[in-house]
């Protein structure tokens, strides 16, 4: 299977890791805050995948961002994805075999966005 320089196998197969990584963060977040994120869109690039997730605030947190306690509310989904890393890390190395050195979680309260960024151990081009 040729790859496109990326260190990925070309074409749809990028586009089927991709949604699969959407996917399985999407379930994540499902299991682990009650809700998903409305939207998801996951890029993938020779040595990292970033996961987009938009609408991601389950009731309870809209109400405490409503009542002006964003700064809560992000410190506590912080705190959280420092909790689960390892379920996020794992369910990323499994669809793309890869490993993952470095994970971020970051939030917008404003754009209600998470960002789940992932930055890959080995290099793709194996040097």
Same mark, same amino acid.
Request: glycine share 12%.
């Given at each position: ?8 196998? #070309? ?6 890791? #991709?949604?699969? @990584?959407?996917?399985?963060? @999407?379930?994540?977040? &499902? =299991? ?7 939207? #998801? ?18 009731? @309870? ?20 994805? =420092?909790? *689960?890393? =390892? =379920?996020? @890390? ?9 490993? *993952? ?19 890959? &151990?080995?290099? #793709?081009?194996?040097?």
């Amino acid at each position: 299977m040729s790859t496109d320089g990326d260190g990925f196998s #070309a074409g749809s197969e990028r586009w089927r890791l #991709a949604a699969a @990584v959407s996917n399985a963060i @999407v379930g994540l977040h &499902g =299991e682990y805050y009650g809700r998903g994120a409305g939207r #998801a869109h996951t890029v993938m690039g020779a040595d990292y995948v970033i996961c987009f997730l938009e609408d991601i605030y389950t009731p @309870v947190e809209r109400t405490l961002i409503d009542a002006g306690s964003g700064d809560h509310v992000s410190e506590t989904r912080r705190k959280f994805q =420092e909790a *689960v890393r =390892e =379920e996020f @890390v794992g369910v990323v190395e499994r669809i793309t075999g890869r490993e *993952v050195r470095v994970f971020l979680s970051q939030v917008d309260i404003e754009a209600n966005l998470a960002v789940e960024f992932f930055v890959f &151990g080995d290099l #793709a081009d194996g040097s």
